[in-house]
């Protein structure tokens, strides 16, 4: 872009938002170059702080005009490169727009801005008898999980963000304003716009408001430790419990390499070998049934040890070190980056699936740890990397193109949470085949200049 | 259209397909002139009975070439005249894509084509312990209640017909045989096609295989009925329940017209006053726990008699009852046409919108009953109608608005399960504002000569 229009579009830029929402600042500008991944850093040419869809309009009438991109920000704990603009142009930090406006507790609603992170408003929730399920690791914003079509811990009982999401208000790159939905729980009423724009990881419209499916925090809620030899018995377990029709809230396997990471970042002392991580909520009577069927189940799938986490706070613990797992393997290798694998497979082949990779693993010599969020079929490998290594990077990059071709060649997903960001791109083709053109059309469709999160998901050119 | 290109695409389509499955047999086009309602009737050129993708891909070409409607066509259960070929054209019939494909247990999932019925679906499931869950009153074809973004009894503890689509293979206008999904439990890879062709009635594609979710039988399953003295006390008990965190598998409200028609057609003798019948799933437990809180909370709220349905026969009786309703209502009626109103709106405010549907009713001089699957915010006005009284006509229309009109301004939608088609156009506009310019746009971008079922949802010119 010549010099001359881009101090055209920040003088307009400026006139539209106050000057001091308007950031060319070096640091501000290197804070918005990346997220928490191994994808290269790439600045933005300025960064705004809207605080009205009003505001997100005009700045998309800039960019319309200009036809530079738009890259809307959360707090940038995406993991496949969403947020990183590799084109420059602007980005929407939407840190401004952080207000919870309103919860409805008889219509078990909540409507928040797109700066809202989940634990804030499951703070706010809490004073209702009510909770948000969606919890992916990172603590991010509700704009960003619904960009990326968030999951994590609880979907195996509470769906993923696109479930939760019943309504939202969006900025089309025109600059119109709109909504997707309406309040009620169902609807048949024109096409589906909700499912649309969730996961549609900014390359169709930015998100400033929505409307949230919440939940009532159940009577009782009891978690555990389950211990295997081996990762396979693990996984043959979950199988086990699901087919059993045991309504499990959380299943998740964490295996001996990333419990090790756990007990030396939240200093644990869980025992070192292939777990499974569980929650149980329900009502007192029926959780009671739940968890002996549970436990009888695990002994048959040659459980070693089953460990209660009765208290709140050794349950919170549990989950808190779950949750911490990433930033304790990141922590454990200074300088270097994350990859994170991200397959989601039919459940009759995780436990294949999770062999393989860990095949493969040793194969190519990259030392890691395997967790998953099992009940949905959905695992992941957790790689440091030096990214100045370029044999390195290549031999990661092998492994995970052979842990996704091996799950596609069964019906599965190159990414069960994460997203396509840049780092999925080259396998949306495999994946999707001529539904792929569709989606292409769609975003042709919405964005005509393409400016809105531009070379994500898939080039258009 | 002209009488010669009639002629020529007639000869094409027997060429395609074999010639006795190309109708335009009198019996047939009047056979798929019409749905269950009131809409009036209006022939189709010629219907197809196609048995493969590729068949109907091949009809799909013959119609873009020809530019005639296409119109897809399951068991025409629909209620707002969505397989009317009000444009003439070729209807086609999916009655011979009749094949359950594949069961899949541990995944639990199911591979089917479009003209599978509900019904003969739960009987093959039934031997793997499985059942599918979505059920509205008919005994609709998958495919159809795919294009209607179906629900029923049942979604307010597994949800509508969209939550259970995993996979679709849909031939686009172009002829294009495509897949939505996948077969993994979720997945963030590229724009959610799944969510956006359930719904699309039609009007973006025909459905020639859906891969759906099922569920295991739960292990114990108890129905109960729960009288009241007015329909408000019976609302406010819902709200009660589900506020209480009960996790009710159906929650109905029959009123006591509808139950006295219930009592006439089925040979019932439940109590002529407004009713919920209701359904418990779980294990023993936690689901005899669940039902005491639900009967405190039932007397609480005024019921006057609460009276549980044990065993499966009875249990079966109460929902066939519930189902055979609307056929009650039309044998009851003999040649009047049904019209059945389908707002949802949010929990809170259900008993004000019943509240005001009634009183409509009876301003309007409508005799007729009101039922819902009140969990879901969802009610229906069935109104038995004779369609060459202009005046009642109008009359019922005028009832229709006012419901609508009244749900859309507390956040609800013009249709909760039974889709536009061309009974909700009108609505359209209100309800979904600008995003219905964007609605349109993504029609034109996959059919952009407007041959899929046209002047259905919308119109294009």
């Known amino acids: 872009m010549k010099r001359g229009s881009r101090v055209s579009y920040l003088e307009e830029l400026k006139k539209i938002l106050s000057p001091e929402r308007v950031s060319t600042n070096e640091v501000i500008l290197d804070q918005h170059s990346k997220d928490e991944s191994y994808h290269r850093p790439s600045l933005p040419d300025a960064v705004v702080f809207p605080i009205s869809a009003e505001e997100v309009s005009k700045v998309m009438n800039i960019a319309e005009k200009f036809k530079i991109p738009i890259v809307p920000f959360g707090l940038g704990t995406s993991l496949e490169g969403h947020v990183i603009p590799y084109n420059g142009g602007i980005t929407v930090d939407f840190s401004l727009m952080d207000t919870i406006i309103e919860v409805f507790p008889t219509d078990f609603l909540v409507k928040v801005q797109p700066g809202v992170t989940r634990s804030k408003l499951n703070q706010e929730l809490k004073k209702h008898g009510l909770f948000f399920s969606v919890d992916p690791g990172a603590d991010a914003t509700l704009g960003g999980m619904a960009a990326t079509n968030a999951s994590g811990t609880t979907s195996v009982r509470y769906g993923i963000m696109r479930d939760q999401v ?52 159940p009577e009782l809620i009891v978690a555990g430790r389950a211990s295997f030899e081996t990762v396979g018995q693990a996984v043959d377990a979950v199988v086990s419990i699901l087919s ?165 060649s069964k019906g599965g997903t190159c990414t069960g949470e994460h997203g396509v960001g840049i780092g999925k791109m080259k396998y949306q083709s495999l994946e999707h085949g001529n539904s792929l053109h569709i989606m292409k059309a769609l975003k042709k469709t919405l964005d005509p200049h393409n400016i809105l999160n531009p070379g994500k998901i898939f080039n258009m050119n």
Chains 1, 2 share one sequence.
């Not at 997707?180 to 969730?198: E, H, I, P």
């Not at 959380?250 to 001996?256: G, K, M, S, W």
């Not at 419990?259 to 644990?268: K, W």
């Open 166 to 217: 019943r309504d939202m208000e969006v900025v089309l790159a025109d600059g119109t304003i709109m909504h997707t939905g309406n309040l009620a729980a169902k609807s048949s009423s024109g096409y589906n716009l909700n499912g649309l724009f969730v996961g549609s990881e900014g390359t169709l419209g930015c998100f400033t408001e929505l409307t949230l499916r919440v939940y009532g925090i």
């Open 244 to 408: 059993a029709g045991i309504q499990v809230a959380r299943i998740e396997l964490v295996d001996q390499q990333s419990i090790a990471q756990v007990n030396v970042y939240s200093g644990t002392d869980y025992l070192e070998v292939p777990t499974l991580f569980l929650e149980f909520h329900g009502n007192e009577a029926g959780l009671m049934q739940d968890m002996e069927f549970a436990k009888e189940i695990l002994a048959d799938n040659k459980c070693s040890e089953f460990k209660f986490e009765k208290d709140s706070q050794s349950r919170n613990q549990l989950w808190e070190a779950r949750h911490n797992l990433a930033y304790a393997v990141m922590r454990a290798h200074p300088g270097k980056k994350m990859m994170v694998t991200d397959v989601c497979l039919p459940i009759s082949e995780l436990a294949n699936g999770i062999e393989s990779a860990k095949e493969a693993m040793a194969r190519y010599e990259l030392p890691g740890g395997i967790v998953g969020h099992v009940g949905d079929g959905n695992y992941h490998a957790l790689l440091m990397l030096d990214v100045n290594d370029e044999e390195e990077m290549k031999r990661a990059e092998s492994f995970n193109s052979h842990i996704v071709e091996f799950a596609l």
